[in-house]
């Protein structure tokens, strides 16, 4: 299994800037970010492609960036303008297949995870 080593996240002000950063998705073709509230599924929050496609949630759509260096073997989520229902466990994910998708379940592997909180 490939190990994805998390980073970054912690406390952040309503209204602040929050970076994370992921590392050891090597070759696999679709990167992701997943976010995850107690007692709510995993949801997905933006979606990075091989192909054409980058897919961004409604919540985060407009403030929220995805992106990666294949030659740093890095992907990042960059969002901007947090609000206190950012608030989660972030998640990054990464699939052999090259198209979209927004179901967990397609992904054979994942980051361990990092608290956002966002105070108001």
């Known amino acids: 299994q490939v190990p994805l080593v998390q980073s970054g996240g912690g406390q952040v002000e309503a209204g602040g800037y929050l970076k994370l950063s992921c590392e050891g998705t090597?070759?696999?073709?679709?990167v992701a970010w997943f976010r995850q509230v107690a007692g709510k599924d995993r949801e997905v929050v933006a979606v990075?492609?091989?192909?054409?496609?980058?897919y961004y949630s409604d919540s985060v759509k407009g403030r929220c960036f995805i992106s990666r260096d294949l030659t740093k073997d890095t992907l990042w989520l960059d969002i901007t303008t947090v609000k206190p229902e950012d608030t989660a466990i972030y998640y990054c994910?990464?699939?052999?297949?090259?198209?979209?998708?927004?179901?967990?379940?397609?992904?054979?592997?994942w980051g361990q995870g990092t608290q956002v909180t966002v105070s108001s």
């Open positions: 994910a990464a699939r052999r297949e090259a198209d979209v998708s927004l179901k967990a379940d397609d992904y054979q592997y």
């Open positions: 090597g070759n696999q073709n679709t």
């Open positions: 990075l492609p091989w192909r054409k496609g980058i």
